[in-house]
């Protein structure tokens, strides 16, 4: 079974500050893709990243970056030199070939001036 | 950009009145779903068209009726609604190959649906 784990339910960080928000996944495909997609408060989710099984690299985009680490099985977000803009529902999500889009519960990041 | 477009944005209906909602994509795509998103909830997806053709209905109460007729369009017709049924509808595309190669799915803004 397919199962996306994101333990941190709410964080609450100041301005500029880093934050990593946590994505453990389960599956027992070989090929799958993983994705990390923003839902501000006007509800629209939307797509930062996807990454699929056999690229493990890491990537930076502006002052995002992700952290692909298949021995731990986790994806996780990093957010450099927060913004107030950056607050929002994050959703880590898992789907294998052709399979369903599992999410994770989402993280709350909220960021204060 | 706003790819995958909802109306309404919001809804308020009551328990006895049927209505619609409609998702409109212009990305190209040929898949399109409906998922549902309660408070404190994880999305679950309800409805899956691929091809124009339903390949998944999960497990989503008859009061729920889903119609797609044509690649980008996908409506969800509601009627007899209970007030458990209040949630944020999510529509979303991707562009899926018949050999089960997996796309991004595009999600829109979403129509926040209260029942009294």
């Known amino acids: 079974a397919q199962k996306v784990t994101q333990a941190q339910t709410e964080i609450s960080v100041v301005e500029k500050e880093d934050v990593t928000l946590d994505c453990v996944y389960e599956t027992r495909d070989t090929t799958y893709y993983l994705f990390w997609y923003k839902q501000p408060p006007s509800g629209e989710l939307v797509f930062l990243i996807r990454?699929?099984?056999?690229?493990?690299q890491n990537e930076i985009s502006g002052r995002y970056s992700w952290n692909f680490q298949k021995s731990t099985s986790s994806f996780n977000f990093t957010i450099t030199a927060s913004q107030v803009v950056d607050s929002a529902v994050y959703f880590c999500?898992?789907?294998?070939?052709?399979?369903?889009?599992?999410f994770g519960q989402g993280t709350e990041l909220s960021v204060k001036p | 950009e706003t790819g995958v477009t909802q109306t309404p944005r919001h809804l308020v209906m009551g328990m006895t009145n049927k209505k619609s909602l409609k998702c409109e994509q212009h990305?190209?795509?040929?898949?399109m779903y409906w998922y549902k998103q309660s408070a404190k909830k994880p999305l679950e997806l309800m409805f899956v068209?691929?091809?124009?053709?339903?390949?998944e209905n999960n497990s989503v109460p008859s009061r729920f009726s889903p119609e797609c007729p044509n690649s980008s369009h996908l409506f969800l017709h509601l009627h007899t609604l209970q007030p458990e049924d209040s949630a944020l509808y999510l529509c979303?595309?991707?562009?899926?190959?018949?050999?089960?190669?997996?796309?991004?799915?595009?999600f829109g803004p979403g129509t926040r649906l209260t029942v009294l």
């Open positions: 979303a595309s991707s562009q899926e190959a018949r050999g089960g190669i997996t796309d991004t799915q595009y």
């Open positions: 999500a898992l789907r294998n070939q052709g399979g369903k889009l599992i």
């Open positions: 068209y691929n091809f124009k053709e339903q390949t």
């Open positions: 990454r699929n099984s056999f690229d493990e």
């Open positions: 990305l190209g795509h040929n898949a």
